[in-house]
């Protein structure tokens, strides 16, 4: 097990590229199963989530090979023998499900474990089956597989969601593609990685209108060609650098990301007193007053995004005054409070909403984490602390985030992963 090691305090400055988006990448790279013929994808993030997603390809029988040093990808989508997402596999990333749309649209069948929950919530995908079944699909859930049968095919359909569920979103966009006739979604996810993998599609030759809003008209095709693609930037990624900068009183510019990626997120620093530059293609944020306090709830694009919330808590906790934090999109993604409060944050939790009352300072602890972002907070958290902090279990970390103790060297801080023994 390996662990990060900070000595706060230190002031980050300076510029960091952002990687491409790991929740553009995944569906993109899932997306290569409904063309027998070559793809080539660009900017994809070395994470431990892409080898798992290149294991479940190569499990199902395609050819995969990641040039990680210029972070591409070609898949040879030929060879596909199987129609079966090993639990093994899909236990270790509930992404897998997205084989689901893919495998149904062109083979007429998939097996795909159950995904299971994980950290932050029960996670179920009756949304994604819905949709699926509009679409003429019929699922059997036994002995924890979703077993799913297009036998004639799958036609279009209006696929209605009763929550814009970004995997739904996906999983309904990518069957819809290949079924006989057009389709629409409606009350589709908004978020920017929906605009890439709709991007991604058309350059197989799917007509799609409509990504970004709230309803998706597909016409569906009979075949694909190869997929070429360059995936978009990691919006998460760059609000957590962005994050660092501001609780150390730095300044840390995102390069490679346009400023309409954060909408929202940009928004709420300027609130809290960041001075914030919008370029074209990056983004700098630069700490200029004491920060103020904040009051923000999650909601789908182009609303606040749950995966931002963890890292603006733990920024919060440096602001003057109380700072409101209601978490409405998973039921339990406050695993990061408990830490935070042993590097000396003052957090109470009322249900869904956390209440962080600021300035509090900050001392270093050693602290676990929980899940992707979570780890992210305690590392921001981390660098505004007072002494050593050591995260453990950073594993989690590896799964959402490239080289990240490299990319914050290189702005200043102090912080270097060793084996945690
Ligand atoms: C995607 O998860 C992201 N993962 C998540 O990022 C992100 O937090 C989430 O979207 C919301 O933006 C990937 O893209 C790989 P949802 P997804 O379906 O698709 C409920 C990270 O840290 N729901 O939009 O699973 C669900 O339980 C990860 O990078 C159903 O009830 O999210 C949740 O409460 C974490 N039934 C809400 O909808 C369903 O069939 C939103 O889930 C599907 C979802």
Known sequence: MEKLKII????????????????????????????????????IPALADIQTTLKVLSALGLRAN??????????????LHSIEAPYDLVRTMRASVLVLGPLLARRGEAKVSLPGGCAIGARPVDFHLSALEALGAHFIIE???????????????????????VGATENALMAATLAEGTSIIENAAREPEIIDLAKALRSMGAEIKGEGQSEIIIAGGSSLKGMNHSVAPDRVE???????????????ETLGISPDFLTSALDELQLMGAKIERFSNSIRASFQ?????????TA?????PTDMQAQFMALATQARGQSVIRESIFENRFMHVPELCRLGAKIKIQGNVARVDGPSPLTGATVMATDLRASASLIIAGLAAKGETNVRRIYHLDRGYEQIEKKLQNLGASITREFDK
Not at 66 to 79: A, L, R, Y
């Open 143 to 165: 002995s924890g597989y979703i077993h799913g049968t297009a036998p004639k095919g799958l036609k279009g359909n209006r696929m209605k969601l009763p929550f814009p569920s």
């Open 66 to 79: 990641f040039n990680e040093d210029n972070h591409f990808i070609e898949v040879d989508g030929e060879p």
């Open 300 to 304: 789908p694009f182009p609303g606040f």
């Open 289 to 297: 007053d004491p920060l103020s306090p904040i009051s923000l709830e």
């Open 238 to 252: 760059a609000a957590t650098f962005l994050c660092s900068g501001l609780i150390t009183e730095g300044s840390v």
């Open 8 to 43: 706060g305090g230190k002031r980050l400055e300076g510029r960091v590229a952002v990687s491409g988006a790991k929740n553009a990448a995944l569906p993109i790279l899932f997306a290569t199963l409904l063309s027998q013929a070559k793809s080539r994808i660009e900017n």
